[in-house]
């Protein structure tokens, strides 16, 4: 994940181990925070971390890895802070494979859609380095196979 985020966000991640509570969190000063290890939280730590809420908004984002379990814990304890999350908590599954080629072709279709661009608009984006920097510029680079456009960004000064 350390390596990986940064190729969609251009940020800088502090990977944050909470198992030690949230002084944890306090502690990054990475704009980009991955957390994980809640399996040993109690009740008050859950309602601290739902108070704690507003410091997120001054960070560019972050991930949380939540076992099912702790997910429950995070939705019943820390509702402000869940309900602020919303629809985007996403069920990984890690032991499945990449997707498959109709996989892939389906979600090509919804960005195509999404988008109304071509796969070659994006693609000479790319190439001339001015993918926009949105996320799911790059995850069709990668659904492509072309990881090796994402990170090539032409500098402001250049543009």
């Known amino acids: 994940l350390k390596e990986s985020i940064p190729l969609f966000t251009d940020e800088s991640v502090s990977i944050v181990s909470v198992v030690c509570g949230t002084q944890s969190i306090n502690d990054s000063k990475n704009s980009y925070l991955v957390l994980s290890r809640f399996s040993s939280w109690v009740e008050v730590q859950w309602k601290q971390l739902d108070y704690m809420r507003s410091l997120f908004g001054d960070r560019r984002g972050g ?6 379990n702790d997910a429950e814990l995070f939705q019943a304890h820390a509702p402000n802070f869940s309900s602020w999350i919303g629809s985007r908590i996403y069920d990984i599954r890690i032991n499945e494979e990449n997707l ?13 859609q999404q988008t109304g661009k071509t796969d070659e608009h994006i693609i000479s984006l790319a190439q001339a380095g001015n993918l926009p920097r949105e996320p799911e510029y790059r995850e069709w680079m990668i659904l492509f196979r ?3 456009l994402v990170g090539r960004q032409r500098s402001l000064a250049t543009i």
């Open 100 to 112: 498959d080629e109709e996989e892939c072709e389906e979600r090509l279709a919804i960005l195509r």
């Open 63 to 68: 991930l949380f890895v939540l076992t099912p």
């Open 146 to 148: 072309r990881g090796d």
